[in-house]
C-alpha cells in the first residue's frame, strides 16, 4: 500500500512539474505574444492619428523630437512632411505620400490582420487554461479529493 502511495505522490509531483515548467510557460508566451500584437495595434494607430494631425495641419515642412536610442531625443526638422516612411517588418520601409483615403485603407488591412492573428492567440491561450485545468482536475482525482460540496459553492449569476 505505501508503495502504491509513493507512485502517486511521485506522478502528482511530475504533473505539477508539467504544468508549471510546460503549461505555464506557454500560456506566459502566448499572452505576451498577445500584448506584443495588441501593442502594435496601438503604435499603428498613434502613427494614424499623428499622420492625421499633419494633413490637417497642411504645412509642409515639421518640427518634431526623435528618439536616438535610450530615450535620448533630439530636436529635428523635417523640410517635406508630405512623404512618409514607415516600416512594413523585416527592416523595410515603405515610403509615400499619404492621403484620408491612404490612412483608412491600411489601418484596415493591417489592424484586421493583427486582431484575426489575436484571436489566434486567444484560443490558443484559453486551450492551454484548458489543459491546466484538465491536468489539475486529474491530479485532484489522483489524490482522492473529492468536489467542494454544493452548500460551499454559490451562482455566479
Known sequence: MANNKDRIDQKVLQYEDFINEVLRRDLQKVLDQRDSVYEKI???????????SLQEAGSKSL?????????FYVQAQVEDASRVFVAVGYGFFSHSTYSHKYLEMHT?????GLLLFTETLTKDSAKIKAHIRLVLEGLRELQGF?????SSTREIF
Not at 496601438?42 to 492625421?52: E, M, P, R
Not at 518640427?63 to 530615450?71: F, Q
Not at 484596415?108 to 484586421?112: A, E, G, L, Q, T
Request: some cysteine; charged content about 25%.
Open 42 to 52: 496601438s503604435q499603428y494607430l498613434q502613427l494614424k492619428n499623428t499622420l492625421q
Open 63 to 71: 518640427k518634431t523630437e526623435v528618439d536616438l536610442g535610450c530615450n
Open 108 to 112: 484596415f488591412i493591417y489592424r484586421s
Open 146 to 150: 473529492s468536489d467542494l460540496p454544493e
